[in-house]
T-cell receptor
Framework: SQQGEEDPQALSIQEGENATMNCSYKTSINNLQWYRQNSGRGLVHLILIRSNEREKHSGRLRVTLDTSKKSSSLLITASRAADTASYFC???????????FGAGTRLTVKP | EAEVAQSPRYKITEKSQAVAFWCDPISGHATLYWYRQILGQGPELLVQ????????DSQLPKDRFSAERLKGVDSTLKIQPAELGDSAMYLCASSLATGSNTEAFFGQGTRLTVV
């Protein structure tokens, strides 16, 4: 069963613009992670944020976590055509590190 | 750089046939996951191993799917008999899963087409 839901399902922007994707989840979590997937390939880890953290940065990526609202957002600044991919959030719990994904946001960055 | 190896990359099989996928995780990673991803959807967790033990297989269709990780290293996922609805990408991932760090590393996947 899916744990998270990403919003929007699809996003199309121009190169240089910022892209924001949101993730909502249902149960208490240990960590929340964001992954990227290019078409037909495996997933690549982008960033992990722990349940006791509120914001994290990595290069052009900024992730926020609001555990009271059970939601997270991923911001990609100054987007590039190479950022075109699907982005997924994944959550795990303290019980057994089971990692469950949402349905993803398909990002298209136009050159 | 260490990678998760999966084979085959592509598999076409007829319905009612048996099919098997293999995964070799990153050395030292105790946790191994198998996911199924239907086109346009997110990965769905099928089974999770901690060493050789199954931690979670609640979403595994056990009437036709089986998974094993006998020595706690590489793993095999089997489908018998395959059905048309099993056509999907099957992804394997591994993780140190130490509690504070659950970053997972994915293989390139096996794309299964059942005809």
């Amino acid at each position: 069963s899916q744990q998270g839901e990403e919003d929007p399902q699809a996003l199309s922007i121009q190169e240089g613009e910022n892209a924001t994707m949101n993730c909502s989840y249902k149960t208490s979590i240990n960590n929340l992670q964001w992954y990227r997937q290019n078409s037909g390939r495996g997933l690549v880890h982008l960033i992990l944020i722990r349940s006791n953290e509120r914001e994290k940065h990595s290069g052009r990526l900024r992730v926020t976590l609001d555990t009271s609202k059970k939601s997270s957002s991923l911001l990609i600044t100054a987007s590039r055509a190479a950022d075109t991919a699907s982005y997924f959030c994944a959550t795990d719990t303290l019980n057994n590190n089971d990692m469950r994904f949402g349905a993803g946001t398909r990002l298209t960055v136009k050159p | 750089e260490a990678e998760v190896a999966q084979s085959p990359r592509y598999k076409i099989t007829e319905k009612s046939q048996a099919v098997a996928f293999w995964c070799d995780p990153i050395s030292g990673h105790a946790t191994l996951y198998w996911y199924r991803q239907i086109l346009g959807q997110g990965p769905e967790l099928l089974v999770q191993f901690q060493d050789e033990s199954v931690v979670d297989d609640s979403q595994l269709p056990k009437d036709r799917f089986s998974a094993e990780r006998l020595k706690g290293v590489d793993s095999t996922l089997k489908i018998q008999p395959a059905e048309l609805g099993d056509s999907a990408m099957y992804l394997c991932a591994s993780s140190l899963a130490t509690g504070s760090n659950t970053e997972a590393f994915f293989g390139q996947g096996t794309r299964l087409t059942v005809v």
